[in-house]
RNA sequence: GGUCCAUUCGUCUAGCCAGGUCAGGACGCCAGAUUUUCAUUCUGGUAACACGGGUUCAAAUCCCGUAUGGACUACCA
């Protein structure tokens, strides 16, 4: 049988990276197994529900070059892809579970739960929960008599419909990162399917869809894994036979401990969300990698190796490669700490691998931004002379501004350490070098700047720091003698006049 | 509190299943080389098997315990 995995996100905000990562081992696992990638929206939560997040995600996983084989926004055989459109199927599951006397009706008002949780903690009961213990004293189709449930029902009072945890010793299944996971099932409880406003909840349409779906791999986040038992056993009481189930390990906060969360971001400096994402109740926004520059290319490399090794010693994967390399055997088991120093590495190796082209785009819309309007030749010799200075695309202009602007102010530290008095009448000859030869020889300029400062004796590293102070405004860039040509000499003298006037 | 999961350099990790290597790589950091600066590049360095028992000639690796961390513990997913 061929492999069928899905991503099943909630439509309540936007896709934190840690999906996008559940997102991506789904896609590798199932394009390198020639099998199917399903996007389904779990959207059985209506109060939860958040206009514009199912967009989101679905830019998202895009942006990110996930693609996908059926789903929400590319329809397939198991249409609906959205659990809100398919809820009126759950109900039949529900009555085979009840007729078989493997989930009940629940009438416990969200007041008598908590006086059941009170009382139970009041005697001492170490994990008060709705199980075999108290279910008998509930308000429930277990506890009363079956004219009571049937009046109940008729008047519309309204219910839940519950699990029946079997009484077992102890429920095992396999876990393909972890292996054989047991809990004992008298911990668990009777978790609620049937919701009092004819929604299902996760528990039982995750298990009914993927079913339906003949899903055949559930890979999902680790904090699955405690309900996993729960799931394990409703395929049981169904009757069908389960999928594989492969939990992958946490991200963390960089610093400290705990599952990186929407607040870390902002607080650390970079971004948990793939795209911007502006809250539409709060207005708040949220940065995304996208809008930070990063390619996406460097972001899913990174986000691959973050819990996830090839064994080998290679760093650079395209999606290819990824998915050429990718097995879930090699998935770590411990949660991985966000590391923002490593995915600037990547998108470094990235951006140095790009053609100047697409980089000179980049520079060209960031001096658009700006209201600038260069010369697309010219900008491009700019791009070949500081792209290896630049991490992100928004880095060509830090690093090359001074191309098509003049310096506005000069540096105080490199001023105070280079530019002497005593070498004013130096910088103002070599100004004077400049103005009588042609742009286009850099290497004879070079040549007689250099000549010039060997026959006065004078200190190279001051004369040619302080030129570099008056054209770039600071201690920085390519070689002097290639930003010479480029600014052209009359440009150059000037920028060295203008320094000997203001300095 | 309870259940479950995890634990190798600061970080991501290899090695563990099939015990025997100076515990390897990458990011970061430090130093050096190059250079008129910055960056790149190159070279070198720093730095880890959570702890305690056991099994064994030999344990990062197998077993037990402890500690620590995390997830879950809703009519949320």
Avoid at 183 to 201: E, I, Q
Wanted: proline share 6%.
């Amino acid at each position: 049988m061929s492999v069928r995995v899905r991503f099943a996100p909630s439509p309540t905000g936007p896709l934190h990276i840690g999906g996008v990562r559940t997102a991506l081992y789904n896609y590798l696992f199932a394009k390198k197994l020639g099998g199917t990638m399903i996007l389904r929206i779990e959207d059985t939560d209506r109060s939860r529900f958040v206009p514009g997040a199912e967009d989101y995600i679905i830019e998202s996983l895009q942006w990110c070059g996930i693609q996908f084989d059926e789903g929400v926004h590319v329809g397939g055989p198991f249409t609906p892809y959205r659990q809100s459109e398919r809820a009126a199927m759950y109900r039949e599951f529900v009555d085979d579970l009840l007729n078989a006397g493997r989930a009940y009706y629940a009438f416990d008002t969200p007041e008598e739960l908590e006086q059941m949780r009170q009382r139970l903690t009041a005697k001492g009961v170490a994990n008060p929960q709705y199980d075999h213990h108290v279910r008998m004293e509930m308000q429930n189709s277990l506890a009363l008599s079956s004219e009571e449930v049937e009046r109940r029902i008729r008047q519309g009072v309204p219910y839940v419909v519950r699990f029946k945890i079997p009484e077992l010793a102890e429920v095992t299944l396999y876990d393909l990162v972890r292996g054989e996971v047991t809990v004992h099932a008298a911990t668990l409880d009777d978790k609620v399917l049937f919701k009092s406003d004819g929604m299902p909840t996760y528990h039982l349409a995750n298990v009914v869809d993927d079913h339906l779906m003949q899903i055949t791999h559930v890979i999902r986040g680790e904090e699955w894994l405690p309900s996993a038992p729960l799931h394990s056993l409703l395929y049981e009481a169904f009757g069908w036979k389960a999928p594989e189930f492969a939990h992958l390990p946490l991200l963390l906060k960089p610093d400290g401990n705990g599952k990186l969360s929407k607040r870390d971001g902002d607080r650390l400096g970079f971004p948990v969300f793939p795209l911007e994402w502006k809250d539409p109740a709060t207005g708040e926004v949220s940065s995304g990698y996208r809008e930070s520059g990063y390619i996406p290319e460097a972001f899913i490399n990174f986000l691959a190796l973050l819990g996830w090794n090839p064994g080998t010693e290679q760093e650079l994967f395209s999606m290819e490669e990824l998915i050429e390399a990718f097995s879930i055997e090699r998935i770590s088991k411990k949660g991985a700490k966000f590391d923002v120093d490593k995915a600037r590495w990547f998108n470094h190796q990235y951006l140095k691998n790009m053609d100047d082209d697409t980089l000179t785009d980049g520079l060209m819309a960031l001096m658009a931004e700006k209201q600038l309007v260069p010369d697309r030749e010219y900008a491009k010799t700019v791009t070949r002379l500081v792209r290896e200075r630049a991490v992100f695309i928004k880095d060509l202009f830090e690093q090359g501004g001074y191309f098509f602007q003049a310096p506005q102010h000069y540096d105080e530290a490199v001023a105070a350490k280079q530019w002497k008095p005593e070498n004013k009448p130096h910088l103002e000859y070599i100004a004077g070098i400049l103005e009588s030869h042609s742009t286009a020889d850099g290497l004879r300029l070079k040549e007689l700047a250099m000549q010039y400062v060997k026959e006065n004796n004078l200190p190279t590293g001051q004369i040619m720091n302080s030129i570099r102070l008056a054209l770039v405004g600071k201690s920085m860039g390519p070689d002097l003698f290639e930003i010479i040509p480029l600014l052209g000499v009359q440009e150059s003298a000037a920028r060295i006049r203008k320094a000997l006037a203001i300095l």
